[in-house]
């Protein structure tokens, strides 16, 4: 059963671009959470989703940032128009369901905005 | 505020030695505590989780322990090995709101010859 993946691991862009991040949960996994991890600091949730829905997007900037996890395919983090304090680690997690469940944690992903 | 603290923010220790790591939490309304591993440059890994009637969990040389009236947590690491050396993070769950985990900034543990 392969883990949460994430991918690319590493993504360069400079300012003003897009940056677009994967997270495919683990198998038969339906809820997927973003966290964020600036330099120095612990992790920040961002937002959690089920299929085709947002459920808690409280810790997500309001502006430039969007996330979705659709029916068929990976859960997509969406960075418009990135600045430099975009830069960190992104990381994803997933678990069966709510509750006391496990979330398990992908490899993240490293924005650097140059 | 939901916070969660952690001390020492690093740490050293000889390899084989035991050591403990502390965890003060401020989160309402509480749901579970948990402790993850993160090696560098990798996700964060659990080593255990604790409801609030569980006041101790062990995970092989990881034993972990609850006081949930002074909101305090402690991870004990027996018989260190340089493996051991990484990023120790407490996490706190509230309940409601989809299982939101609330993180410490971690204790850096380096375990040397």
């Known amino acids: 059963n392969a883990g949460v993946m994430q991918n690319p691991r590493h993504l360069v862009r400079r300012r003003g671009q897009e940056a677009r991040l994967r997270c495919s949960p683990m198998k038969g996994h339906s809820h997927v959470y973003w966290y964020r991890q600036l330099p120095e600091e612990g992790l920040k949730f961002m937002v959690y989703?089920?299929?085709?829905?947002?459920?808690?997007e409280s810790g997500m900037p309001k502006e430039r940032f969007s996330a979705e996890f659709p029916k068929e395919g990976p859960s997509i983090l969406r960075i418009q128009q990135v600045v430099r304090g975009d830069s960190a680690a992104y990381f994803c997690?997933?678990?069966?369901?709510?509750?006391?469940?496990?979330?398990?944690f992908g490899p993240g992903t490293r924005l650097t905005v140059t | 505020k939901n916070q969660v603290e952690q001390s020492p923010q690093s740490l050293i220790i000889l390899e084989g030695k035991n050591c403990t790591l502390q965890?003060?939490?401020?989160?309402?309304?509480?749901?579970?505590l948990r402790w993850y591993k993160q090696d560098t440059g990798r996700g964060p890994v659990s080593l255990t989780i604790m409801t609030f009637s569980e006041n101790t969990k062990s995970n092989g040389r990881y034993t972990a322990t609850l006081d949930a009236d002074t909101k305090q947590s402690s991870l004990h690491i027996t018989a260190s090995q340089l493996s051991d050396s990484a990023s120790y993070i407490c996490?706190?769950?509230?309940?409601?709101?989809?299982?939101?985990?609330?993180f410490g900034t971690g204790t850096q543990l380096k375990v040397e010859l």
């Open positions: 996490v706190v769950s509230t309940t409601g709101g989809g299982n939101k985990l609330t």
């Open positions: 989703l089920q299929k085709e829905n947002i459920i808690d």
């Open positions: 965890c003060n939490y401020t989160v309402s309304p509480f749901s579970n």
């Open positions: 997690a997933s678990s069966p369901g709510q509750g006391v469940h496990e979330q398990y």
